[in-house]
Nanobody, 113 residues
Framework: VQLQASGGGLVQAGGSLRLSCAAS????????MGWYRQAPGKQRELVAT???????NYADSVKGRFTIARDNAKNTVYLQMNSLKPEDTAVYYC????????WGQGTQVTVSS
């Protein structure tokens, strides 16, 4: 089982990044996919999730700036991040939920002021 995330990097405040995460080797239907993040010295927090039917959920801090999307056929989830702020700097983790939880390795997003 593998969640392979990509798309992180360094961007200036106000810029955009797009994260992708492809799940492979999961033999069950993925109910929910999403993104969490962890900044230095802080706990991991929810960024956004999307259910297999398309229902989305966002942290208040990213509403209106981030958009989550999903390709069920490819077991892939995307996170379009616009109007990035320095406080968005964190390691972003991909998550997939079947009857258990799966986590990706994390991808660094750094937003400079």
């Amino acid at each position: 089982v593998q969640l392979q995330a990509s798309g992180g990097g360094l961007v200036q405040a106000g810029g955009s990044l797009r994260l992708s995460c492809a799940a492979s080797g999961i033999g069950f239907s993925i109910k929910v996919m999403g993104w969490y993040r962890q900044a230095p010295g802080k706990q991991r927090e929810l960024v956004a999730t999307i259910a297999s039917g398309g229902t989305t959920n966002y942290a208040d801090s990213v509403k209106g700036r981030f958009t989550i999307a999903r390709d069920n056929a490819k077991n892939t989830v995307y996170l379009q991040m616009n109007s990035l702020k320095p406080e968005d700097t964190a390691v972003y983790y991909c998550h997939a939920q079947t009857w258990r939880n799966y986590w990706g390795q994390g991808t660094q997003v750094t937003v400079s002021s």
